[in-house]
C-alpha cells in the first residue's frame, strides 16, 4: 500500500542493523506499523507485536501478523457453500451488488460522485459497499470467527487504493479521474507468514502500550512532521471501521478525537519521544527518522543517550538517492535516518 514513511525500501538496512547488534533476539516489537509491511517481514524470524492509532492498520496487522494461516471459512462453507470469499467478492455481478439497500451504501452516498465527492467511482463504491456490508452480516450472523472477520477486512480495505481517485493521500480527491479509478474494485488477497508464535496486534498510543510489554528488538517509527495521519487517510479508515460517521467538508473528513499523535506536534514530540523510551522495556532500541523531521539529530542523540547506554548509540544516514518516489528526490538533501541504543533492562 501506497503510505507515507512506508519503510519498504529500509528492510535490510533495518536487518543489517538487527544482525549486528541483536543476533540472539527472539522478539521484536513494530510500534507505529502503518502499513504492517515492517512488522510482516520481521515475522518470519521473529515473534511479532505490532501496534498502531489508526483502526485501518490494526486491521491490516491483525488480518496478517495476530493471524498465522490464512483461516478455512469452513462455517461459512458449510452454511453458504462459500470457501473462498475473496474470489466471492471478486466475481460479484453487477445485478448483485445491485441489491444492496440504499441506506447502507455508505462509500457509494459518501465517496463517489453520487455523494459529491469523487474519491472513487459510483460502480466501485457500490462494489465495496456490498463487501463490507456482507462481511458484517456473515459476523453478525456468527458465520466468520474473528480470525476470519480481520482478514476480510484486511482485504477489502488493502484492495481500495488500486481503485481510488487520489494523488498519493486521501487528503482530497483529484478534481479529474485517474485511470487507475476505473479499474474493477476486488480485495487485495494478502498473504500470512506462518511463524508458530504467538503474535500480537494492538491499537492504541503506542507509549501507553509500552508500559505493558517487553521483549528484544523496539523498532520506533513514528510520524516525522506535522501532518497527521488520520486526514491523508480518512477514506481507509472508515472503509475500515464501516461505522457510518459525519463527514465533514468537500474532503469528507471523519473526527480525529483520539486519533492525533503528538509525534506530529512541535511543541509535543519531545516529551512524547523521551515518555517512549522511558517506558520502553526492550534491550535493542531501532529508530527511523528522517533529516526533514520535527526533532534535530542533536536532541534525539541526547534523549537516546539519556535512556539508555551512551557508548552503544549509533545513526546510519541512508542515501535518499534509494528512494524511488519523485517528491522525495526533489527534497534535495533528505536523508532517512536510521538510530540505535540498547538500553538496561
Ligand atoms: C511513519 S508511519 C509508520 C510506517 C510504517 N513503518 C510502514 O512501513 O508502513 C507512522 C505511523 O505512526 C502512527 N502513529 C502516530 N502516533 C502514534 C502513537 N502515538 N501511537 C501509535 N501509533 C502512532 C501513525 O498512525 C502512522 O501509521
Known amino acids: 500500500m501506497r503510505f507515507i514513511g512506508c519503510k519498504n525500501l529500509l528492510l535490510n538496512d533495518i536487518e543489517c542493523l538487527i544482525n549486528r547488534h541483536a543476533p540472539k533476539a527472539e522478539s521484536f516489537c513494530d510500534i507505529f506499523s502503518g502499513t504492517a509491511t515492517v512488522a510482516r517481514y520481521f515475522k518470519q524470524k521473529y515473534t511479532v507485536i505490532s501496534n498502531d492509532l489508526l483502526y485501518f492498520s490494526y486491521c491490516l496487522q491483525r488480518g496478517t501478523i495476530e493471524n498465522d494461516s490464512i483461516s478455512s471459512f469452513s462455517v461459512l462453507h458449510n452454511v453458504l457453500g462459500i470457501s473462498n470469499p475473496i474470489e466471492y467478492f471478486s466475481n460479484i455481478t453487477v445485478v448483485e451488488v445491485e441489491t444492496l439497500l440504499r441506506d447502507r451504501r455508505f462509500f457509494q452516498n459518501n465517496f463517489a460522485p453520487f455523494g459529491g465527492r469523487m474519491y472513487i467511482t459510483d460502480v466501485n463504491a457500490l462494489r465495496f459497499d456490498f463487501a463490507r456490508n456482507t462481511i458484517e452480516d456473515w459476523r453478525a450472523g456468527s458465520l466468520l470467527n474473528d480470525d476470519e472477520y480481520f482478514y476480510l477486512v484486511a482485504c477489502v480495505v488493502e484492495g481500495l487504493p488500486f481503485v481510488s481517485n487520489i494523488r498519493g493521500t486521501y487528503g482530497a480527491f483529484a478534481k479529474a479521474w485517474d485511470k487507475r479509478a476505473f479499474k474493477v474494485y ?21 507509549v501507553e502500550l509500552l508500559k505493558r510489554i517487553s521483549g528484544d528488538i523496539l523498532y520506533i517509527d513514528p510520524p516525522y512532521n506535522a501532518r497527521q495521519y488520520l486526514p491523508n487517510y480518512h477514506v481507509l479508515e472508515t472503509a475500515a471501521r464501516y461505522d457510518f460517521p459525519n463527514l465533514h467538508g468537500m474532503t469528507g473528513l471523519r473526527d480525529d478525537s483520539g486519533q492525533k499523535s503528538d509525534f506530529c506536534s512541535k511543541a509535543k514530540v519531545e516529551f512524547a519521544f523521551e515518555q517512549l ?12 527518522y528522517n533529516t526533514d523531521g520535527l526533532m534535530s539529530v542533536e536532541r534525539i542523540a541526547e534523549i537516546m543517550k539519556t535512556y539508555g547506554i551512551p557508548e552503544n548509540y549509533e545513526m546510519t544516514e541512508i542515501p535518499y538517492r534509494r528512494f524511488k518516489s519523485r517528491s522525495e528526490i526533489e527534497l534535495g538533501g533528505l536523508r532517512e535516518l536510521l538510530f540505535y541504543i540498547e538500553k538496561r533492562v
Do not use: M, W
Open 186 to 206: 476486488e480485495p487485495l488477497r494478502l498473504e500470512v507468514t506462518h511463524n508458530g508464535k504467538k503474535n500480537r496486534c494492538y491499537n492504541e498510543d503506542g
Open 277 to 288: 523510551l522511558k517506558n520502553a522495556q526492550y534491550k535493542h532500541i531501532i529508530f527511523s
